[in-house]
């Protein structure tokens, strides 16, 4: 059974701080990685897929990265901004049935 | 539309009673997923559509829910005899095919009173 970790469960900064979010998966057989923002009492915002052949992926200022053999993927946040403040959540999805684990998420606070 | 859509956005209900949650998914979508995520936690994946059948159902907690997809566009999570343990957002989301990137609607807050 697929299991997904986030560790720290939360994270605050200072603005303009460049940061690493860490995710750790226990099943290394991943179809794909994604990761996700939401914002309080908001759905989820797709902001990265990484495909299991991939090894990284970039968006504006992000960029995540994947390792499937040691079961770990990184969202890379440049020069933070108080509005990248949200809980960042990654899923992978395993095997056939296509379902996304996720992890618990990890809440990020960009002090201005 | 241009996105996953979800009425209602909130629901109060008491218990016993019966409920129905809606998806709209991104039109052309034929993969369309149920997650369920309490507070403070991940979303937890409840059952998955390939067009009109349900190809996972392996994640819906026990006989009171069921959900349907009858023309393989909008989906219908339906909740029996609801509980107070019930109470979740309910999220749906929508992918080209099954595998591809997915994506989220906002959510139905349902609270079982």
């Known amino acids: 059974k697929q299991e997904v970790t986030q560790i720290p469960a939360a994270l605050s900064v200072p603005e303009g701080e460049n940061l690493v979010l860490n995710c750790s998966f226990t099943?290394?057989?991943?179809?794909?990685l994604q990761w996700f923002r939401q914002d309080p009492g908001k759905g989820l915002t797709s902001l990265l897929l990484?495909?299991?052949?991939?090894r990284e992926q970039t968006s504006g200022r992000l960029n995540a990265s994947l390792d499937k053999s040691s079961g770990r993927s990184t969202l890379y946040i440049a020069a933070s901004q108080p509005g990248d403040s949200a809980t960042y959540l990654c899923?992978?999805?395993?095997?056939?049935?296509?379902?996304?684990?996720f992890g618990k998420g990890i809440t990020l606070s960009v002090r201005p | 539309g241009a996105g996953v859509s979800q009425t209602p956005s909130n629901k109060v209900t008491e218990k016993g009673k019966y409920v129905e949650l809606r998806c709209d998914p991104i039109s052309g979508h034929t993969a369309l997923y149920w997650y369920r995520q309490s507070l403070g936690q991940g979303p937890e994946f409840l059952i998955y559509f390939q067009g009109t059948g349900a190809a996972d159902d392996s994640g819906l907690p026990n006989d009171r829910f069921f959900a349907v997809r009858p023309e393989g566009s909008v989906s219908t999570l339906k909740i029996q005899r609801t509980e107070r343990g019930d109470s979740a957002v309910y999220l749906c989301?929508?992918?080209?095919?099954?595998?591809?990137?997915?994506?989220f609607g906002p959510g139905t807050r349902l609270t079982v009173l």
């Open positions: 990484i495909q299991s052949s991939q």
């Open positions: 899923a992978a999805l395993t095997g056939a049935n296509s379902k996304l684990t």
């Open positions: 099943d290394s057989a991943i179809y794909n």
């Open positions: 989301a929508s992918s080209t095919t099954t595998g591809d990137e997915q994506f």
